[in-house]
């Protein structure tokens, strides 16, 4: 019982919020691709639509977990040898440029993404903090983010369903 003692509740239940928050307005986007069948120009039922409109979700879930359960050590190593070259350093910078002008395009998509990563984040550094091990800490961060995306597609499709179509 003391690891329920020293378990971070309160970013946990911030964890499974800002996900939940975020299935929800994933799945009224989603349920409006759908139904108007506008998903990416291309004609397709509905079922086959949500299957994949809903995996790349779960994927996405999946590589932002992985990016940030990447050690650090692991990243500088792999970009150290990246800046060496001039057209290398040129590349970056216009990717970067090109991120930015993404970013400030798409403002609020990037505030949605930024407040993942921050729940996700503090759940993190809370559980290594509270000393479970990275292993642990990477299959719980990954199931509760899921958990609490999933539940949040599934109020969206129980009751905000029914509030959207006013």
């Known amino acids: 019982m003391r690891w329920l003692k020293k378990f971070p509740w309160i970013s946990l239940i911030l964890l ?45 879930i999946f590589a932002i977990a992985s990016v940030i359960n990447t050690p650090f050590e692991s990243l500088t190593m792999g970009l150290g040898g990246w800046l060496k070259s001039e057209a290398k350093a040129m590349m970056s910078i216009f990717l970067g ?11 609020h998509h990037f505030i949605r993404f930024l407040v993942l990563f921050a729940a996700f984040l503090l759940f993190k550094l809370d559980f290594r903090t509270a000393g479970y091990s990275e292993k642990i800490s990477r299959i719980i961060l990954i199931l509760f983010s899921l958990g609490g995306f999933a539940s949040g597609v599934a109020l969206f499709y129980s009751w905000g369903h029914f509030l959207s179509n006013k």
């Open 16 to 60: 499974i919020a800002t996900y939940g928050v975020s299935g929800w307005l994933y799945a009224e986007w989603s349920h409006q691709m759908i139904i108007e069948g506008r998903l990416w120009h291309w004609t397709m039922e509905p079922a086959i639509a949500a299957m994949i409109i809903h995996g790349l979700a779960v994927l996405g």
């Open 97 to 107: 440029a090109f991120a930015f002008a993404l970013i400030v395009q798409r403002f």
